[in-house]
């Protein structure tokens, strides 16, 4: 998944359904990298695998971005990047504006 999410189009100009194809793709990578075993996984696990890692910027580390009411604790910007792209996802594959 996480291989053909990062695969550039084969054809001259990309549209939009390219992107929102590996927006889904990379999601989905992410929810298979952060599948728990014999249980469902949601952002949620995403999130926890998502900043367990320690990078080598410390700013990037930093928790202090809050995306939303039912998160309890910040988050870092490796976080909050997945959000956004997870709700791009949503939105695109819902055929919602984006």
């Known amino acids: 998944m996480?291989?053909?999410a990062t695969e550039l189009p084969n054809i001259g100009v990309p549209t939009i359904?390219?992107?929102?194809t590996k927006a889904g793709l990379?999601?989905?990578?992410?929810e298979i990298l952060a599948h728990p075993r014999g249980k469902q996984v949601g952002y949620k696990n995403v999130l926890e695998l998502l900043g367990s890692y320690k990078l080598k910027e410390k700013k990037l580390n930093m928790k202090k971005y809050r995306m939303e009411k039912k998160l309890k604790k910040g988050i870092n910007a490796v976080q909050k990047l997945y959000l956004y792209l997870n709700k791009t996802r949503n939105d695109f594959l819902h055929g919602n504006s984006i």
């Open 2 to 4: 996480a291989y053909k």
């Open 17 to 20: 359904y390219d992107f929102g």
């Open 26 to 30: 990379l999601v989905s990578a992410f």
